[in-house]
């Protein structure tokens, strides 16, 4: 009796055991079900909210950040007064040179030369300082421009004056009338600016706009750039018009070359 007792305790036991093993598969099939479909979902956000910020209008069509557009590096750091002390110190400089120049009206020629006074009586007393400290004389440092430096300079200065000439050739062409005209006009308004400021005074505005214009445009990038949108369309309206009513009937010029037979 004790024994047919005990055997359907066993096959009890068994059978707690795997319907206790198949519960736990199903457990983690489902969970890992669930796993992916919170990664598909998340996947399918993220690929959604990527679309979204692609659709995004940017000004001048700009697909890159506002620092990368600089050129990055240190430049790029100092108009985006990255480095505080840096920025402030470099238009610290430009704004004295203004004021130098410009306000106080002091030549270049003459700060050259008084600068060349004064260093030249600094290095004559330091070298010469033997007699009143009975020491050896200082080593008067040697200043020499390296010549990578200036062909560099002058290789770069080269590949962008030549490019503004291939943009310039192709402007003149013709083909693009957009281009011409927007060029024109950009160029009168450089003339009409040039009239009111010399060219030091130019100069120093178009540094204090490098210096504060990309910085308030990533503060604000968001709302300028629907703005920008909007204005945009307005202006491709109105030049729709005009297009259609007096720049459609202006000859152009021929639109491919002539192919050499």
């Known amino acids: 009796m004790a024994e047919h007792v005990e055997e359907p305790k066993h096959h009890e036991s068994l059978m707690e055991k795997i319907?206790?093993?198949?519960?736990?598969?199903?457990d983690s099939s489902s969970s890992s079900s669930d796993s992916d479909d919170d990664s598909k979902k998340k996947s399918a956000a993220a690929s959604s909210s990527s679309s979204t910020k692609a659709k995004i209008w940017r000004l001048f069509g700009r697909e890159k950040p506002v620092h990368q557009v600089l050129g990055g590096g240190k430049p790029a750091d100092l108009f985006l007064w990255r480095n505080k002390k840096a920025s402030a110190a470099v238009l610290g400089t430009v704004t004295a040179i203004w004021v130098l120049f410009e306000l106080l009206e002091y030549h270049l020629l003459t700060l050259v030369c008084h600068c060349l006074i004064l260093s030249l009586a600094v290095l004559f007393l330091w070298s010469n300082a033997t007699t009143f400290i009975k020491k050896s004389p200082p080593h008067i440092p040697q200043v020499s421009i390296p010549e990578d430096l200036t062909v560099n300079i002058a290789l770069a200065l080269r590949c962008e004056i030549n490019r503004a000439?291939?943009?310039?050739?192709e402007i003149a062409s013709g083909r693009e009338l957009k281009k011409f005209l927007v060029v024109i006009a950009g160029l009168w308004l450089f003339?009409?600016?040039g009239s009111c400021f010399n060219f030091l005074t130019l100069l120093y505005i178009t540094f204090v706009l490098l210096h504060t214009v990309p910085l308030l445009y990533e503060k604000y990038?968001?709302?300028i750039d629907s703005f920008a949108e909007k204005a945009t369309?307005?202006?491709?309206?109105?030049?729709?018009?005009v297009n259609e009513?007096?720049?459609?009937?202006?000859p152009r010029g021929p639109l491919k070359d002539k192919k050499h037979q």
């Open 245 to 250: 009513k007096y720049l459609s009937k202006i």
């Open 221 to 223: 990038e968001d709302k």
């Open 165 to 169: 000439f291939a943009v310039l050739r």
């Open 233 to 241: 369309a307005e202006i491709k309206k109105h030049y729709a018009v």
């Open 191 to 193: 003339s009409i600016v």
């Open 19 to 26: 319907t206790d093993t198949i519960h736990g598969h199903g």
